[in-house]
């Protein structure tokens, strides 16, 4: 066995730490997602999705191939370990994994011009935080216009880290 010093950067995660606690990020990992999608060049915008969009599986048409999008996704999945916020939006551009059209594409790429606005976000435990868990809840109730399915969630807090999140359809 031999002792490699204090973890630093371990499968995309890069943890720094002082006396305030502990920063864990996925920036390079990020920069490495935009190169892929050709968007280090792209404008960034504010939000994550635009309030109006509202996908279907049938609108616009459908992509040749689907393998970048597919792979975009997928590395957007493992970029929620340290982005909680990417969460929702992600399990929206999901669900047309399978069968992506034009406007399921557009929807990716406006989360990709909000990554790189804030490449730099990541996740804080504080040393200074209580041990005091919290939980929140929150149902979409037949929310989703395709098939009048609920979203449900829940997030758990010790003190003020985040530790666990969850949203199923």
């Known amino acids: ?21 502990y920063f864990l990020s996925q920036a390079k990992y990020a920069s490495n997602l935009l190169t892929r999608a050709a968007l280090t060049d792209c404008k960034t915008v504010s939000t994550l999705i635009d309030p109006q969009t509202r996908l279907t599986p049938l609108d616009g048409t459908l992509l040749p191939d689907a393998t970048l999008y597919q792979q975009l996704v997928g590395s957007l999945i493992y970029l929620t370990v340290t982005r909680p916020n990417l969460s929702y939006v992600v399990h929206i551009v999901s669900q047309y994994m399978s069968a992506p059209h034009t406007p399921h594409y557009d929807a990716l790429l406006h989360i990709f011009r909000y990554l790189k606005g ?3 976000h990541g996740l804080h435990y504080s040393s200074l935080s209580s ?17 009048r399915r609920s979203t449900t969630g829940f997030c758990f807090f010790l ?3 985040l530790i666990s999140l969850r949203s199923k359809k």
Not at 8 to 18: K, M, P, Q, R, V
Not at 131 to 147: C, E, I, R
């Open 1 to 21: 066995m031999k002792d490699l010093g204090t973890l630093n950067y371990f499968l995309g995660l890069e943890i720094s730490h002082d006396s305030s606690g």
């Open 118 to 120: 804030t490449l730099f």
């Open 131 to 147: 041990l005091k868990p919290h939980a929140y809840s929150d149902v979409d109730w037949a929310g989703n216009p395709t098939n």
């Open 159 to 161: 003190g003020d880290s």
